[in-house]
């Protein structure tokens, strides 16, 4: 039958109505949010939450170690001057001993 | 390598002499000792000690008191299984640099039946004692000890009543010394 004459008709141009072009514009402003670029921080730079706490849990436990080991050095330099002590006492002693008794 | 060799230089010159006063020149007898002590104090290490060292203690105090001030504590101690594995010329090369004015023996004994001899210098400078030295010489010990610095005679004397060591009493004056 008349298909194509219903085609055409369908398919005919139609003008559109005299505010179309303002609404067209009013509903785009109205929904267009503006287009933001996400600033992403580059990886090298991307510092976890955890290292200054580590790095401080660090800086503690080597401060403590240090004082340990400067302890441990003086304590070993206290042996090594009592002994030096000991030695230096044990040979006074022997000498006045011997001259006391030779006199 | 021309700023090197400055720098090299500068470091070496900035170097601390060794407070060491003579040389002990007993390496050689380590290989033969069965038991050998080595003490190397310099006055640094010294005065690092002493703030270990106890006041309450009565040996660490009367140590702490003596080594204030003092440039360094050098004793070498060897010990042999036999005799006769040291001989008169090391016991020689030590004392020979032990010599006046620098040097003066102050005390010393020889038991020829025990085969021991025993001596003590003291170094002085401008009238003041500079430094110490002890030697000792068993048949199977021979020891060395060198005290740089102020040494305060009386307290080390004094160290006779420390150490569990039985208290000597001061010698009375006048009297002569044994040779």
């Known amino acids: 039958m008349d298909l194509e004459k219903e085609l055409s008709q369908a398919l005919r141009r139609k003008e559109p109505s005299p505010d179309f072009a303002a609404r067209v514009a009013a509903r785009v402003a109205a929904q267009a949010a503006p287009v933001v670029m996400p600033v992403t921080k580059p990886r090298v730079f991307a510092v976890p939450r955890w290292l200054p706490v580590a790095a401080a849990v660090l800086v503690v436990i080597g401060g403590v170690g240090e004082a340990a080991w400067r302890r441990h050095q003086g304590m070993v330099a206290k042996e090594q001057v009592m002994l030096a002590m000991r030695i230096t006492a044990g040979k006074l002693n022997h000498i006045q001993t011997h001259v006391r008794e030779a006199r | ?179």
């Not at chain 2, 006055?43 to 001030?69: H, M, R």
């Not at chain 2, 085969?115 to 170094?123: H, K």
């Not at chain 2, 400078?125 to 010489?137: F, L, P, S, Y």
Request: include cysteine; proline fraction near 5%; glycine fraction near 8%.
């Open chain 2, 1 to 179: 390598m021309k700023q090197c060799g400055v720098l090299l230089l500068v470091g070496w010159l900035a170097m601390p002499l060794p407070a060491q006063q003579f040389k002990f020149n007993l390496d050689h007898l380590e290989s033969k000792a069965s038991d050998t002590v080595d003490v190397n104090l310099n006055g640094s290490t010294l005065q690092f000690a002493a703030k270990f060292l106890d006041d309450k203690d009565p040996d660490e105090a009367k140590v702490k008191k003596l080594i204030a001030g003092l440039q360094g504590i050098y004793v070498k101690s060897l010990q042999f299984k036999n005799d006769g594995e040291w001989s008169k010329t090391d016991l020689d090369n030590v004392k020979n640099q032990l010599h006046e004015p620098e040097w003066s023996r102050i005390l010393g004994f020889k038991s020829a039946e025990e085969g021991e001899t025993a001596d003590v210098y003291v170094r002085t400078e401008n009238k003041k004692i500079t430094g110490v030295a002890i030697i000792a010489a068993e048949p199977k010990q021979l020891t060395v000890v060198n005290i740089a610095g102020a040494v305060d005679l009386e307290s080390l004397a004094d160290l006779s009543g420390h150490f569990g060591l039985p208290k000597l009493e001061p010698p009375s004056p006048g009297k002569g010394k044994k040779n």
